[in-house]
């Protein structure tokens, strides 16, 4: 359909029209939030932890060059095994400099200034 909705996006408006909530409807996907899912590329599905800030710079470079990024592909997540075993003297995660020797704020920093967004999990084991 046309104007960037999709089906989807359609049955939600008729839904919420059908019950009532018709003022809430014009404004269900004005901003843009909820038209589709987040999209992107999570490290864990394919490399477990072997990841490094090489792979994660390759990939954003790819969504760029391949297109996905302009179709809404705009995550790239690394899931875990970045952080160092130790933490800095104030108790802060740090990056592993094996791997992330730029650490992560440079990293994030080339995400970003693709247009990208950078996710980035931990747990506390």
Not at 79 to 92: F, M, N, Q, T, V
Request: net charge positive.
């Amino acid at each position: 359909m046309g104007g960037g909705f999709t089906f989807f996006s359609v049955v939600v408006l008729l839904v919420a029209q059908c019950n009532g909530y018709e003022n809430y409807a014009q404004f269900l996907l004005a901003n843009g939030v909820g038209r589709t899912p987040p999209m992107g590329w999570n490290s864990w599905n394919h490399f477990n932890c072997r990841i490094d800030e090489s792979i994660v710079k390759a990939t954003a470079d790819a969504l760029i060059s391949t297109g996905l990024a302009a179709l809404g592909y705009k995550y790239v997540n690394i899931d875990d095994c970045w952080a160092d075993r130790r933490r800095d003297s104030r108790g802060k995660l740090v990056a592993n400099q094996t791997t992330f020797p730029s650490g992560i704020k440079a990293l994030a920093d080339y995400v970003h200034a693709r247009g990208l967004k950078l996710g980035i999990y931990g747990d506390a084991g």
